[in-house]
């Protein structure tokens, strides 16, 4: 894999949260977002013509409390809501999810260190605090959809999500490439998770630029290191398309020439 190119002003430019914009954290709730994130984003926005969103896991009112005072384009839940450059929320209507709730808190409750997270139309099992009962959270959780074909179960690092079936970063990329600011521009997508490769597969074949954060392996051609590698690169791009911005400094005028033989 290579790093990354600079960002052009063509771009239009998605973003992961968990694990590319912040790092990792024990639990949802406990993510830091350094308030110069916030103000590169801002920035990045503006000199992208507004083509910048982000793609993530979480709900969109969740990545507007951390991303605070901004309230960026967006997909929550992998793609199960959907802000547009206009602020208008599309969202799946949330499937029949007792039977899933019930069972992870099932577990949840007998097993120490699993946290339950319920989304609009998702459950989430978070095993980060106690990663030995990896099968024990894949095996229930598939056991409970096992008859369910409206829904599926996802692996991401160290959760197992189930939420509705076809639905993905991928598709939500790829609706916001029909519309404005997006579409025509060349996308590029930075994640970090499995859950990131439906977007990687969509972005790709389009021409554009997907970049893996961390280690592991995956279909994107480009990679960063960490979140604080992202950073860097965000900057270096914000920084790049100011400079293309600036007005040339006036040159210096020539000394008159003598005049005398």
């Given at each position: ?11 239009a ?7 590319t ?22 920035d ?48 799946q ?39 030995q ?20 179960l ?12 076809g ?16 579409a ?63 007005p ?14």
């Open positions: 894999m290579q790093t990354p190119p600079r960002l052009g002003r063509d771009a430019l998605f973003l992961d949260f968990d694990g914009l912040v790092d990792i954290a024990e639990t949802p709730e406990a993510v830091h977002v350094p308030s110069a994130m916030v103000a590169l984003l801002s990045l926005r503006d000199q992208l013509g507004g083509a910048l969103a982000v793609v993530s896991g979480r709900q969109i009112d969740v990545l507007d409390r951390f991303l605070a005072p901004l309230r960026l384009p967006a997909a929550g839940e992998h793609g199960v809501q959907r802000r547009d450059a206009e602020g208008h929320m599309q969202e209507r949330a499937p029949d999810l007792r039977e899933v709730f019930d069972t992870a808190n099932e577990l949840a409750r007998v097993h120490e260190g699993l946290l339950v997270e319920r989304k609009h139309a998702a459950i989430a099992l978070h095993y980060r605090l106690a990663p009962l990896e099968a024990v959270c894949r095996d229930a959780m598939s056991r409970v959809i096992l008859d369910q074909p409206q829904l599926e996802m692996h991401g690092k160290f959760v197992f999500e189930v939420k509705p079936a639905i993905h970063k991928g598709v939500a990329i790829a609706a916001f490439m029909t519309e404005a600011p997006f025509g521009r060349v996308p590029v997508f930075a994640g970090d998770d499995t859950t990131d490769e439906n977007g990687f597969a969509v972005v790709q074949p389009r021409g554009g630029i997907a970049i893996k954060v961390g280690s592991g392996p995956s279909q994107a051609l480009h990679r960063l290191d960490s979140p604080r590698a992202v950073f860097e690169w965000l900057v270096a791009a914000r920084d790049q398309l100011v400079q293309r911005d600036a040339e400094a006036p040159k210096e005028p020539e000394a008159p020439r003598s005049t005398e033989e």
